[in-house]
Nanobody
């Protein structure tokens, strides 16, 4: 059974940084696509970024490019989302999700690509 556990969220001032972690069990992140999504109150869950199985390909939504970076450590089966220069608009619950294939369908942006989801971690950015 695949399980994902996010951590690292919290309250930060605008311009600050946070690093979120997504620890996977039951499936290696080294043979999966892992994505990050976020959902703000009253809004749809939206794609933030993703990393492919090899770690050599990433994709980000335009609004976070240059500020967010996804990386992974296969030895601890963990994917990270490093967030810098945070803005109040980044406030949301952040979820990691796993696609247990080697595919990179639609640049991994679609929620339907992912079979497994974590419970989420709250990120709040104050002005």
């Amino acid at each position: 059974q695949v399980q994902l556990a996010e951590s690292g969220g919290g309250l930060v001032q605008a311009g600050g940084s946070l690093r979120l972690s997504c620890v996977a069990s039951g499936r290696s992140v080294g043979s999966s696509v892992v994505g990050w999504f976020r959902q703000a109150p009253g809004k749809e869950r939206e794609f933030v970024g993703a990393i492919n199985w090899s770690g050599k390909i990433t994709n980000y939504r335009d609004s976070v490019k240059g500020r967010f970076t996804i990386s992974k450590d296969n030895t601890v089966n963990t994917v990270y989302l490093q967030m810098s220069n945070l803005k109040p608009d980044d406030t949301a619950v952040y979820y990691c999700a796993l696609d247990p294939t080697f595919a990179w369908t639609g640049a991994a942006e679609g929620r339907r690509n992912y079979n497994y989801w974590g419970q989420g971690t709250q990120v709040t950015v104050s002005a």
